[in-house]
């Protein structure tokens, strides 16, 4: 990609506005805050300042984001600062564009924030659906120590485990799939996080969300779709439908 000025790049800004590339920058940060040093945070948090004016993109040389962190006291290094970029692409946070110039030499290069996945133990597995593979008792049991024994124990925790807070409507549903507490608990936080600041959500609405984008789900894998990572995959399912909604009220409010 040809390097230039920042409102080049606007098509690559993953959110529709700054509010928008906030919230999800408030949802990764919940889960990868404690992954990040107190210096790593100051690069991310100023890499974040800088990628303002095109909502999740910046530009910016690193020397240049360095420097800014050294005005406002912050003193970190750029080794700090690439050790920082290494975790935010490994999580994936960041991605990194290279840019050259005209002449063809390398230019410094742009970095685009993704929009918000679960980051999660069970999220980066993949997840076989029970009536094609057997799921692997790894990923289905867990041990606990009992009381009476001195050896480990292995216990199989099936929807029934499922925490209240998830509708038992969709509880009921996704057990005939996955028959596992933890996957129908990731799959209702989904829905969980992508409505959060959507006050006008009922439960109800959030219910007939989740019921809908899960059988979109199944319906794409019946068809051959290969999914590695069921929560990403469905999370876009999810972040689809709500971006459809957003533009139809949209174009409803613009018509009236």
């Not at 984001?65 to 750029?78: F, N, P, T, Y």
Request: charged residues 25%; glycine residues 4%; contains cysteine.
């Amino acid at each position: 990609m040809k390097a230039g000025n920042i409102e080049q790049f606007k098509h690559l800004s993953q959110f529709r506005d700054l509010n928008d590339f906030n919230n999800n920058i408030e949802q990764w940060m919940i889960d990868l805050k404690s992954k990040f040093t107190k210096s790593e945070l100051i690069a991310l948090k100023r890499l974040i300042r800088y990628s303002a004016k095109v909502a999740g993109v910046c530009n910016a040389k690193i020397q240049t984001l360095v420097s800014a962190c050294h005005e406002a006291g912050q003193e970190i290094s750029r080794s700090t600062f690439e050790r920082m970029l290494r975790k935010a692409k490994q999580f994936g946070l960041v991605k990194v564009i290279n840019t050259f110039k005209g002449n063809g030499k390398q230019s410094h290069n742009v970095y685009v924030f993704q929009r918000y996945q679960i980051v999660s133990d069970s999220s980066a597995i993949d997840v076989p659906m029970q009536e094609t593979i057997d799921v692997p008792k790894e990923t289905s049991n867990l041990n606990f120590k009992t009381s009476n024994l001195l050896n480990k124990r292995t216990i199989t925790l099936d929807n029934s485990f499922t925490s209240s807070r998830v509708p038992i409507e969709f509880r009921n549903l996704v057990k005939c799939f996955w028959n596992d507490y933890k996957v129908i608990e990731e799959l209702w936080k989904v829905i969980s996080i992508q409505t959060y600041y959507l006050s006008y959500y009922t439960q109800q609405d959030k219910l007939d969300l989740a019921i809908d984008s899960f059988k979109q789900l199944i319906r794409n894998i019946k068809q051959g779709r290969k999914v590695r990572n069921i929560f990403g995959y469905y999370w876009g399912i999810v972040n689809k439908k709500l971006d459809e909604e957003y533009l139809r009220i949209v174009c409803e409010e613009m018509s009236a």
